[in-house]
């Protein structure tokens, strides 16, 4: 049963700060790692999709990596600011069948 | 393009009603995968249509269905409500599923059970 966990909960940082969030899965057997954003009490925005057999992805500020062997991905936010505060989500599909598996998300405030 | 569209986007229901949400998909989009998120956990997959017919079913009682039309819109059914199903309802759509392509999701239904 594939479980995904992300680390920290919570983060707050001042703006123009690089920080990163991690995200961790057990089973390694993945098609793809998705990373979206949720604003309270919004739907999802997807942010970068990452194949099994790709390393990174970019998109603007964005780069997220993948190691799937060891089970996790890492999301980089460069030069944060106050409009990146938001609750960030990775997903991983089951392998095999056709669900997302979601970690509990990290919470992140920037403040400026 | 418009994007996901969901209706309604809240709902307040008392225990043992039924309820039906709606999800349009963008056009296109032959996948629609409905999730349930309960505050402070990510989203829990309930449901995945692809071409009118179920690929895959989560971890919910039998209280909870669902159905793809030709037009790809997808309903979510939930009999005999609980409490526990207040929650906020998402639909997800892609061209062909989850395990291949970004999953684009809709702004959500509230649901409120008392």
């Known amino acids: 049963k594939q479980e995904v966990t992300q680390i920290p909960a919570a983060l707050s940082v001042p703006e123009g700060e690089n920080l990163v969030l991690n995200c961790s899965f057990t089973?390694?057997?993945?098609?793809?790692l998705q990373w979206f954003r949720q604003d309270p009490g919004k739907g999802l925005t997807s942010l970068l999709l990452i194949q099994s057999s790709q390393r990174e992805q970019t998109s603007g500020r964005l780069n997220a990596s993948l190691d799937k062997s060891s089970g996790r991905s890492t999301l980089y936010i460069a030069a944060s600011q106050p409009g990146v505060s938001a609750t960030y989500l990775c997903?991983?599909?089951?392998?095999?069948?056709?669900?997302?598996?979601f970690g509990k998300g990290t919470k992140l405030t920037v403040n400026p | 393009d418009a994007g996901v569209t969901q209706s309604p986007t809240h709902l307040i229901k008392t225990r043992g009603q039924h309820v039906t949400l709606r999800c349009s998909p963008i056009?296109?989009?032959?996948?629609v995968s409905w999730y349930q998120q309960v505050l402070g956990q990510g989203p829990q997959f309930i449901f995945q249509y692809y071409e009118k017919e179920e690929r895959g079913r989560g971890n919910f009682p039998d209280r909870f269905s669902a159905r793809q039309f030709p037009n790809y819109s997808s309903e979510l059914n939930v009999n005999a409500l609980l409490l526990g199903d207040s929650a906020l309802y998402l639909c997800?759509?892609?061209?062909?599923?989850?395990?291949?392509?970004?999953?684009?999701f809709g702004p959500g239904t509230r649901l409120t059970v008392l």
């Open positions: 997800a759509s892609s061209k062909d599923g989850p395990t291949t392509d970004t999953q684009y």
């Open positions: 997903a991983v599909d089951q392998g095999g069948s056709e669900k997302l598996v």
């Open positions: 089973d390694s057997a993945i098609y793809n």
């Open positions: 056009s296109g989009h032959k996948s």
